[in-house]
């Protein structure tokens, strides 16, 4: 049984959405990553890359490539955060 919801996959597929391309590019890698360490043909991912990103299937993973996901989504949201953070500091400074 999944532990995620297409609700928790539906809030992922948000903040992916306002990620940029680089990171984009890192969700690629992820994905790459992924598909070649699966023993079993029928857990691949199918995916695609283009000038407007990376393009997959949300339902079709499984929950460890999730949380991989989610981990690295949440990691770019708070470094731009503690980075736009820092800007606004260094602004008041000024």
Same mark, same amino acid.
């Given at each position: 049984?999944?532990?995620?919801?297409?609700?928790?996959?539906?809030?992922?597929?948000?903040?992916?959405?306002?990620?940029?391309?680089t990171?984009?590019?890192?969700?690629?890698?992820?994905?790459?990553?992924? !598909?070649?360490?699966?023993? *079993?043909?029928? +857990? =691949?991912?199918?995916?695609?890359?283009?000038? #407007?990103?990376?393009?997959?299937?949300?339902?079709?993973?499984?929950?460890?490539?999730?949380?991989?996901?989610?981990?690295f989504? !949440?990691?770019?949201?708070? *470094?731009?955060? +503690? =980075?736009?953070?820092?800007?606004?500091?260094? #602004?008041?400074?000024?």
């Amino acid at each position: 049984m999944e532990k995620y919801t297409n609700k928790h996959k539906k809030t992922l597929f948000e903040k992916i959405s306002a990620l940029s391309k680089t990171e984009h590019e890192e969700i690629y890698k992820i994905l790459k990553n992924f !598909n070649s360490q699966v023993e *079993n043909s029928e +857990n =691949l991912i199918n995916f695609s890359q283009n000038k #407007n990103g990376v393009f997959f299937n949300l339902s079709d993973i499984t929950d460890d490539l999730y949380d991989e996901l989610d981990n690295f989504v !949440n990691y770019c949201i708070n *470094n731009k955060k +503690n =980075l736009d953070d820092y800007d606004k500091k260094i #602004n008041e400074c000024k």
